[in-house]
């Protein structure tokens, strides 16, 4: 059975199928373009000392078996592909739609949350060091943990009775690289943990277990690698299960969330922060709904300014 729940403007429509929640896509030429218009101002302000990369991640509508309901839903992939040819040619695409969809069958996907899970997560970071000719760590690399009993956003959202009885399961990967992840909420410096257990008791925010929820001002994790590698993730709150596995390739991750970040409280708009911290590597990383989303994007453009 399936039914759908209004939901706010970033993603229209949840449809439940076999105690599953997912977002149905509507294709936005609109804010497809705007995307890439970002995206392409950002690459010609930069300038060639800084590689970008675009990193978007689907929702599980994509990857589930949505037969009897196409007519109600658009191809993510389709979008991807009128993208590409919108992108300039110098910003690197990390085909995350392929990543994933090599494991589709595997718990990927939140039943009650609309966010990637750390495995999903995993997979995109795969594909991302790939492509940029880095070795990625092996899963069995990382010591696990588990936390039970998740209702996340979908949950919420719907308050479905379905998904009250399928919570999920985080299952966590620890980094095994040394670091100090300091996270500036406004002026003010806090240390945090990138897997941060303080969130594992509630039942609607545990996903903010990853990067103690991430949504600082600006926030930079400066681990033991001693490579001088230095990278920016500009990122939604996907990001944030995925910026840990960049650890033990990175000496300096700033993470930035388009939301958040003020110039009024580091006195510099996002180049100048960039130029900075040495930084020569951007990774956007956004998943559909909010590249597919105009008001989204209209923030990130905003930070150059």
Same mark, same amino acid.
């Given at each position: 059975p399936a039914r759908t729940f209004e939901e706010d403007e970033t993603v229209g429509y949840y449809l439940i199928?076999?105690?599953?929640a997912v977002q149905l896509f509507k294709?936005?030429?609109?804010?497809?373009?705007?995307?890439?218009?970002?995206?392409?101002?950002?690459?010609?302000?930069l300038g060639e000392d800084v590689t970008i990369y675009s990193m978007i991640p689907p929702t599980a509508s994509e990857f589930i078996k949505l037969k009897r309901y196409k007519d109600i839903t658009d191809s993510q992939n389709d979008a991807m592909d009128y993208l590409y040819g919108k992108l300039d040619p110098g910003i690197v695409t990390i085909n995350v739609y392929d990543a994933l969809n090599q494991h589709k069958d595997e718990y990927?996907?939140? $039943?009650? &949350?609309?966010?990637?899970?750390? #495995?999903?997560?995993?997979?995109?970071?795969?594909?991302?060091? *790939?492509?940029?000719?880095?070795?990625p760590v092996p899963l069995e690399s990382y010591e696990t943990a588990q936390v039970e009993g998740y209702l996340g956003s979908s949950y919420t959202k719907t308050l479905s009775k379905e998904l009250e009885k399928n919570p999920d399961t985080i299952q966590l990967y620890l980094p095994f690289t040394q670091y100090e992840y300091t996270m500036y909420e406004g002026n003010n410096a806090r240390k945090a943990d990138v897997i941060d257990m303080q969130y594992a008791?509630? $039942?609607? &925010?545990?996903?903010?277990?990853? #990067?103690?929820?991430?949504?600082?001002?600006?926030?930079?994790? *400066?681990?033991?690698?001693?490579?001088?590698?230095?990278?920016?993730?500009?990122?939604?709150?996907?990001?944030?299960?995925?910026v840990p596995f960049l650890m033990p390739h990175y000496e300096e991750i700033y993470v930035v969330d388009a939301r958040f970040y003020s110039k009024s409280f580091t006195g510099m708009n996002i180049l100048e922060f960039i130029e900075h911290h040495g930084i020569d590597e951007v990774v956007f990383l956004f998943y559909m709904e909010d590249v597919n989303w105009t008001k989204f994007m209209q923030g990130v453009e905003k930070l150059l300014n």
């Open positions: 199928v076999d105690g599953q294709f936005n030429r609109e804010g497809m373009d705007y995307y890439a218009q970002v995206l392409n101002e950002y690459r010609e302000r990927i996907f939140f $039943k009650t &949350d609309h966010h990637w899970t750390a #495995l999903g997560a995993y997979y995109g970071y795969e594909a991302f060091m *790939k492509a940029t000719g880095q070795t008791t509630g $039942k609607w &925010d545990k996903y903010l277990i990853f #990067l103690s929820n991430g949504g600082a001002t600006w926030s930079v994790i *400066k681990t033991d690698v001693h490579n001088g590698k230095k990278i920016l993730v500009m990122k939604d709150s996907f990001g944030n299960a995925w």
